[in-house]
């Protein structure tokens, strides 16, 4: 077995919300709340949850945009959570982001010529005259013409704009790329080129993607492993096939039941779950999901449930948060 | 190609003020002054010979007729302007680059530095600034250059907190975290992403400020706290109302500096509406579209134009 290229352990971001007149600290806003995952070279991990629940935290504190404040990022077995100067520098290269909003990623002020040779600028890779053709390589293979790198990013629309985005994060040939939700801006005609071209370019230069979403079907396509995160913490983790056929999580369950299944004869136990996303600054005793979870029992309320390995399914990779994993009955019937 | 994101440089500078009939007109009166200030000293007599009898109204000797020394007018205000703008434009770009300078760092790096930096120019906005500027003005050895020290030291924290807040605005784009995901220092962060995405509000701050310096400064001149023995703007008004020019009638002392105090402060304002659109390229972009419509007989809308391939 392949050992992970990037292996995330008991990751933990905390925003200190302060108050008083010596503006003391008063609590934690718990964003992300010791998260462990590993990534394997090659696929593509989903990262899933409603909004609120830490997943761009996560992606952010990743690319070291925050700082964690506990935990540890193995990415071949250097430490990016704490790497340094010139030792992060290094690190960035490898591990690059592919943003959310189309419209405020890009700099409006330089054309995409400038955007796209910027990396390369900094990493000072290559003359400027190899740097001016790997710019045209990079757009012309995301699917841009040629003579559109003089142009600014309001000469383009959302789906351009994101291609823009692409070519950059590509520049440095990175080995690990996380999207932030690189569709959820778009028109959905426009969502499934942009979702082919990264399909695309994973296959050719064997980029391993983490995918941030709440839309599950996009998830789906694109995923060979999903992990859904619920406030702050990951509580279900599987290959994608188990995560759609075989939900454990009652909370996995429930987002699962909101996408339609095309197939009439698939039944399934239909959890409706009730209620808001508790605040993160405090969130429930236990298990987090408890107050809206419809098979809680008196202790779940005590002790926050690990990930641990679920025996039932042949995904060696199947993890659940949940005391009641293995009484709780499957949530599809045949 | 359009050539509204293609130009480049001075080119690109030159084109956005010929486009626009505003800037066109501000360019020319700013233009005019300008030469006056560089070539105008050496056409005109000494400003400080006494060259006929005081007080004499507008002649073909004497265009702007004379002061109550007898002293040319004319040559006093030409004089004058070279100084004048001098200082308008040193206080004008000195303040915004110090005001960019520092509310930028304070915006950017957030924290301690911020918090150390908006005490002190917090500090520097509520002392009353032309009041100080009379007290230090009056204490110091007077003299034009006194003046424009006083005005950078009383001007520039205005200019810094608008930066501070533009700062804050644009570091949470996501251009700035896709800057910093590539490994750019805080130093190029700030130079090629943040500053040149403020090119149009900075340009409006050296234009406002300017405007601002040029009026202080003959204010406290006319008020006789500076070097009354140099020829600026300021001091010709402080010598016509020394020798009663109200009293006596004679408006030609003091009525062609007004206009050319007026008419600078109107050039520059003209000029930045073109330069509002050199730094936003979709002002530009959409100029372009609606002369594009209108000229097909549509009704131009305020859709955005969009590349398609």
């Known amino acids: 077995m392949t050992s992970p290229i990037l292996q995330v352990e008991d990751l933990k971001k905390y925003y200190p919300i302060r108050g008083g007149v010596i503006a003391r600290k008063v609590a934690d806003v718990k964003a992300v709340n010791g998260v462990s995952f590993d990534l394997y070279p090659g696929e593509t991990l989903g990262l899933v949850g409603e909004s609120g629940c830490g997943k761009s935290t996560l992606g952010r504190t990743l690319m070291r945009l925050e700082e964690p404040t506990g935990g540890r990022v193995l990415f071949e077995g250097k430490d990016l959570a704490h790497a340094k100067g010139k030792e992060l520098f290094d690190l960035r290269a490898e591990i690059q982001m592919i943003f959310q909003d189309p419209y405020s990623s890009l700099n409006p002020r330089l054309p995409v010529r400038d955007i796209v040779i910027e990396p390369l600028e900094v990493h000072k890779m290559g003359t400027a005259s190899e740097r001016l053709d790997k710019v045209v390589a990079l757009c012309r293979r995301v699917g841009l013409k040629e003579e559109v790198i003089g142009r600014y990013p309001h000469e383009f629309s959302g789906g351009q704009r994101q291609r823009v985005g692409i070519a950059r994060a590509l520049a440095l040939e990175p080995k690990v790329i996380v999207a932030d939700e690189p569709v959820s801006a778009l028109d959905v005609s426009v969502q499934a080129q942009v979702i082919n071209l990264m399909v695309e370019l994973q296959k050719e230069l064997g980029l391993t993607y983490i995918f941030i979403s709440h839309d599950l079907s996009v998830v789906e396509y694109i995923s060979d492993s999903i992990a859904i995160m619920y406030l702050g913490r990951i509580v279900e983790t599987g290959k994608k096939e188990t995560i759609f056929s075989n939900p454990t999580h009652p909370y996995t369950r429930a987002l699962i039941s909101s996408v339609p299944n095309p197939d009439p004869r698939k039944r399934r136990v239909q959890v409706a779950i009730e209620g808001e996303t508790p605040s993160p600054v405090n969130p429930p005793s236990g298990c987090a999901f408890h107050p809206r979870c419809p098979f809680a029992v008196e202790a779940c309320k005590k002790d926050v449930p690990a990930l641990e390995s679920f025996t039932q399914t042949d995904d060696p990779r199947h993890n659940v948060a949940c005391i009641r994993k293995d009484e709780i009955e499957p949530h599809f019937k045949n | 190609m359009s050539g509204v994101s293609e130009a480049q440089g001075l080119r690109a500078w030159a084109g956005a003020v010929l486009r626009d009939g505003k800037a066109r007109a501000g360019a020319v009166i700013l233009l005019f002054f300008v030469l006056l200030a560089t070539v105008g000293p050496l056409l005109v007599t000494d400003p400080d010979a006494l060259v006929s009898v005081p007080l004499q109204p507008p002649s073909a000797e004497h265009w702007l007729g004379t002061t109550g020394q ?60 032309l009041p100080l500027a009379i007290v230090i003005a009056a204490y110091l050895p007077s003299g034009p250059w006194t003046l424009a020290l006083v005005l950078i030291v009383t001007g520039w924290a205005w200019n810094a907190r608008v930066v501070r807040a533009q700062t804050l605005a644009l570091r949470e784009q996501d251009f700035v975290a896709a800057a910093t995901v590539v490994g750019e220092s805080h130093f190029r962060i700030i130079t090629r992403e943040l500053l040149p995405t403020m090119t149009s509000l900075l340009l409006a701050q050296i234009i406002g400020s300017t405007v ?27 010598w016509a109302e020394n020798d009663s020019a109200l009293l006596t009638g004679a408006w030609w002392t003091f009525v062609p500096t007004g206009i050319a105090v007026a008419l600078v402060g109107f050039a520059l304002t003209m000029l930045n509406s073109g330069f509002d659109e050199l730094s936003n390229p979709r002002l530009g972009m959409e100029r372009v579209w609606r002369q594009h419509l209108l000229s097909k007989g549509e009704e131009p809308t305020r859709a955005t134009p969009v590349v398609r391939s």
């Open chain 2, 70 to 129: 007898g002293q040319d007018v004319l040559a006093q205000l030409v004089v004058g302007t070279r100084v004048s703008l001098l200082i308008g434009f040193g206080v004008g770009i000195s303040v915004v680059l110090i005001g960019a300078l520092i509310g930028i760092t304070a915006g950017y790096f957030g924290g301690r530095v911020d918090g150390f930096l908006s005490l002190l120019f917090n500090v520097f906005l509520v002392i009353p600034g």
């Open chain 2, 212 to 238: 601002y310096a040029i009026g202080a400064q003959v204010g406290l001149e006319y008020l006789g706290l500076g070097d009354v023995s140099a020829f600026t703007w300021g001091t010709n008004l402080y």
